[in-house]
């Protein structure tokens, strides 16, 4: 049993079949790449992952539980973060302010600060969020406003933003969709240090095959909304299906 299963998910949209009949298993601590054609069905997989689109049929169990019916929040609750395709930082707030509100946010949704005051002070989850901000090495931007920064770092606060909820499941949507080399390089050496030093399970939809073959111990190809292959990044090299599906060879 993987900490995350998902049994023949379909999802349509009008008539266009997004998912089709999707069967997957992410194993506990490891990282595992969902690649595939534009249009394939990744985000959209993705988003019935966490709530945010609900299947038609089938089933998605995460820890042994139901995500189905239950909202984002709750998804959350239960050790799911994710980082979207595009950037969904609060650019008016500061770095050191977008890093709280998923703190202030872990317990009980209410964003109010009050609501902490018996169980941890502000002090604490400032800490805490001080801490994850050296970890991503973002410590001398605290004080940044969010709008004013690069790409790359804003994609890196997004990323701190999740991970300071200590999930066990981080979803990544091209996390290094538009960076500049340099940027995509810190992102992979970030992405290895959690993988590392955490019990972190990681599945990253990617497009950059140095990202996927530098991070991932399994790989998913999706085609037209259906897994068309799973196996080891090796494999996965050489497969002749994958080269006419995803490298159009
Ligand atoms: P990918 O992330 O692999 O590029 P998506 O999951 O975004 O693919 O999209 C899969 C298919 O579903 C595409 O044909 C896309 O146009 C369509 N699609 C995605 N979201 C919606 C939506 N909300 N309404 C209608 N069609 C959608
Ligand atoms: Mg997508």
């Known amino acids: 049993m993987g900490i995350l299963e998902v049994k023949d998910v379909n999802k349509r949209f ?5 998912l089709g009949n999707v069967n997957l298993s992410i194993q506990e601590n490891i990282c595992h790449a969902i690649i595939g054609p534009n249009g394939a069905g990744k985000s959209t997989l993705l988003n019935c992952l966490v ?20 909202t984002p929040f709750e998804i959350n609750q239960m050790g799911i973060s994710r980082v ?16 709280m509100i998923p703190l ?22 400032r800490e ?20 004013a920064m690069s790409r790359g770092d804003k994609r890196r606060l997004e990323m701190a933003m999740c991970l300071v909820q200590k999930p066990k499941l981080l979803l990544l949507d ?6 500049a080399r340099a940027d995509t390089n ?13 019990d972190i399970t990681i599945a990253i ?33 050489g497969h002749p299906k994958v080269r006419e599906a995803y490298l159009g060879e």
């Open 205 to 237: 939809i990617e497009h950059d095959m140095h990202v996927v073959f530098s991070l991932a111990d399994r790989i998913t190809v999706l085609a037209q909304g259906t897994p068309l292959v799973e196996d080891t990044p090796e494999k996965i090299k």
């Open 84 to 99: 979207f395709q595009t950037p969904e930082i609060f650019g008016d707030l500061t770095v050191m302010e977008n890093m």
């Open 174 to 179: 091209e996390p290094t969709a538009g960076m």
């Open 14 to 18: 009008g008539g266009l079949q997004a």
């Open 128 to 147: 805490q969020a001080e801490e994850m901000l050296r970890e991503v090495n973002m410590a001398d931007k605290r004080n940044m406003h969010s709008a």
């Open 186 to 198: 810190n992102t992979i050496d970030l992405l290895k240090q959690i993988k590392d030093e955490r």
């Open 51 to 70: 709530g945010k689109l609900i299947p038609d049929t089938g089933s998605v169990m995460f820890d042994g539980q139901s995500v189905l019916g239950r």
């Open 104 to 125: 202030f946010a872990r317990r009980d949704g209410s964003f109010k600060l009050h609501a902490y005051e018996s169980v941890e002070s502000e002090k604490e989850l």
